[in-house]
């Protein structure tokens, strides 16, 4: 089945470390997103990525960073830089569905929580 | 600035009830806006996808409306089953950015038996 992988599910951290959270997808999609979710906050993009080797900021880019070099992977890496990483991280892809409308419906991984100790 | 609102924040209903979810946004230049559903713990799965040129989309017994002129949209969910029990978020893109999602902060259900 196609879909968006993401890892790990869990992943704890020391202030000052770099971590980095996989997302792979196999559902052939060029764009690809990372937001950031916390409690009762709605959900904020930080970077996407509209075909390999290119990506953009989004709301919330600093202290991040990803890569694109392959069309199933982005890859972010929250840096020492984030003062406030603790959140659940969501990786994304966008391209068009079986439907009638032909719109592009955006897929959602499971989902990656970092808690800083 | 487009910002998404969502009431009620929390919804606790016995099963069977009709009920609707309502999402608001300040800026009616949208291109489309979508609903989706978040379980506990887990990745967001789309429900529903309204282009701004349409009034509705349906898909079983959930039903999504979209007034754009007025910035609203409804969710209605029919004959509520426990197994609806979830966060609903929705959620609208830009013209001129469609990459850019703007979420609400959504609505936890609950559905009793």
């Known amino acids: 089945d196609g879909g968006i992988t993401q890892s790990p599910k869990y992943l704890f951290r020391k202030e000052g470390q770099n971590v980095t959270l996989s997302c792979e997808q196999n559902l052939n999609h060029d764009a690809m997103y990372w937001y950031r979710q916390d409690p009762g906050q709605g959900l904020r993009l930080i970077y996407y990525?509209?075909?390999?080797?290119?990506?953009q900021k989004g709301d919330i880019a600093e202290g991040y960073s990803v890569s694109r070099e392959k069309k199933e992977s982005f890859p972010l890496t929250v840096t020492s830089a984030q003062k406030n990483p603790t959140a659940f991280y969501l990786c994304?892809?966008?391209?068009?569905?079986?439907?009638?409308?032909?719109?592009?419906?955006?897929?959602f991984g499971a989902g990656s929580r970092l808690t800083v100790l | 600035k487009q910002e998404v609102t969502q009431i009620p924040a929390a919804l606790s209903v016995p099963e069977g009830e009709n009920l609707v979810l309502n999402c608001s946004f300040t800026?009616?230049?949208?291109?489309?806006l979508q609903w989706f559903r978040q379980d506990p713990g887990k990745g967001l799965t789309s429900l529903l996808l309204?282009?701004?040129?349409?009034r509705e989309q349906t898909s079983g017994r959930l039903n999504a409306s979209l007034d754009k002129s007025s910035g609203r949209s409804t969710l209605y969910i029919a004959a509520s089953q426990p197994g609806d029990s979830a966060t609903y978020l929705c959620a609208v893109s830009l013209v001129g950015n469609t990459d850019k999602l703007i979420f609400g902060t959504g609505t936890r259900l609950q559905v009793f038996p």
């Open positions: 990525s509209q075909i390999v080797n290119d990506f």
């Open positions: 800026d009616s230049a949208i291109y489309n």
């Open positions: 309204i282009q701004s040129s349409q």
């Open positions: 994304a892809s966008r391209g068009p569905t079986g439907r009638p409308s032909g719109a592009n419906v955006l897929t």
